[in-house]
DNA sequence: TTGAAAGCGCTAACAT
DNA sequence: ATGTTAGCGCTTTCAA
């Protein structure tokens, strides 16, 4: 490994020349001075030293990436997007932790982002008490949450980007209801996020809003383990033989996530009922593994691609500039049809 | 944040003690003054800073990590496998890179490695030339690979640690003759890795040895794009309609991996034939997913968790120890019995 | 048992 | 336009 020094002595210059180069401070210098420099940079093969560099302006061009289970399909799509982005946009390398949504674990992993100088961090669909991540950010930490819009009333100290979680409910009950579906249901997993809940809202205010209020509930199955990704599948396997057994069921329903959706699937075969002829399932996430399904998977798409650009592209941009104020981010989802919805079945009627 | 020299003040004495402290060299020291430093540095909660103790001692308690694209969901379960072992195990972070399966990405990857100080690196279905690592490894770079064998004849440079592809095939072969299947097909992506060699391997020699040498075909569909999630799937859609076009086509289909398997299913349906009734199928690797396809899926598990544990051990044992010789280190499949085979269909027979 | 001090590779203020 | 230099926070040798 070649070092500052090195480039310096064979290019003929003081290692600030060369630092400068490194800076694109070109101004400062003859061009024949660069020449030299850059060719004895290639000469060398020459990188420079990020711990050396980090030591001395405090900064280091990585960022931290939290997600609950990188196992998670979702969450692995997301992070790619966003460590692909980072790397080829902004040229900033991801350091990854899985949280299990663990309090514990993200407060250690939020220690050793700053041991390791790290002052950026993306954070997807965390559990963080707002005290906690207020400290972080006072010590200097740029964050930016995905998944949970801000805390109202709260002082914003992190960026916000989400989808339209309410909008997503929405359209997927407007789907069903399309489709001349009267009893709904929600389904979803015990344990509070940001994100379900406004999911619920959403779906309680539109069943409402149609009138329906009285036959549209919300299901939640208890999670074993707490994080998520197979959990999520089982929940929702578990709920179907909960929601099969119940005569006056729901016709149309709709799932937290995919991975619920295509739990729930597994559940209604399991108990011989089935989609979309006996209950019709919207989906939510747009996974492409939705297409693959069994009957295919009719799911609220969300625009993750978009959402990752934002999300590096806050971070980033307010590492740079630590005056730009924190801010809220809402991406809107589109439906996509499948063939997990049709209508409800007649009810039999007896002969007389 | 606080620094050595903050601590060393507080606990009134030199920094060399709290380094020593540090680094677990207790011994030189009075109960009294490690008991008074160890005050301090809770007192100031204070995290050591590595970029600091990088340069100058040129570790970095970190882990490349690189993977195709971790929204595949199987490289995201190595993923989560190995973060969590390497964190909670060795205290070590990861940082991580999709490369898309290209060389000049892993390339870029490498060099950020160099210069982040990070000296071991756990490489998942790399395709990155032998020379082109060696260099890497000659420069200081531990490296550990999944999910390909050691080139025979080659100098072992690397720890390999895999599962037996042949063996994996070879299960799979069985379990379809042990249901009565003659009429065999492997269903594979264009662009070679090691590990699909084997496999491939594995399936013939299996094919051979049951007498069904003539009877058994590798069908290979080309990828658009080159890494592998979705795309896999979309190969095994297409791959499906070929495959049912073929009126003498095999009953019995072993896939290259899961996400082919789903694509396959997938595209068997849009084909109108069935699974298992029309043809029989299993995947390998395992995935949770399977068991939540319409038929369950079939399929050759990997032992991801052991796998996983060994790559970390290995590349971390080797940094500590650099007299540790590469090695080579395979691991067995099991077979998970699903839905998705049964008897071959009956060749319907004519009326006189 | 403890401390002083050099230096890892780099940046940037300051000097020339 | 270019060079000199202090120092970022730590480890480790050597001296006391």
Known sequence: ??????????????????????NGRTDRMGRATLARVEKAILALNYRPNRAAQQLKTGNNPMLGLLVPSIANPMYGYIAREIETVAQQKYGHRVMLGNTYRSKEIETGFFDDLFSHGVRGVIMISSQLDEQHLDLCVQRGLVAVSYDRPATPGASPALDHVTVDNAAAARMAVEHLISRGHRRLAFATAAGQTMSRREKVRGFLAAAQAAGLADSAHVIEGSMQAGYGDS????????????????????????????????????????????????????GMDGLFLSALMNPGLTTVRLPVPLMACKLVERVIGRMADPGIKPGEFIFQPDLVERDSVAAPPQPVRRLA
Do not use: H, K, Y
């Not at 002595?9 to 060369?18: C, E, I, L, N, W």
């Not at 149309?252 to 597994?266: E, H, K, P």
């Open 231 to 282: 959990e999520m599948a089982d929940v929702g396997r578990m709920l179907a033989a909960r929601i099969a057994a119940d005569p006056r069921r729901p016709t149309g329903i709709v799932a937290v996530n995919d991975l619920m959706a295509f739990g729930l699937m597994a559940g209604f075969r399991d108990a011989g009922l089935s989609v979309p002829a006996d209950v019709s399932l919207v």
């Open 1 to 22: 490994m070649s070092t500052i020094q090195d480039v310096a002595r064979q290019a003929g210059v003081s290692t600030s020349t060369v630092s400068n180069v490194l």
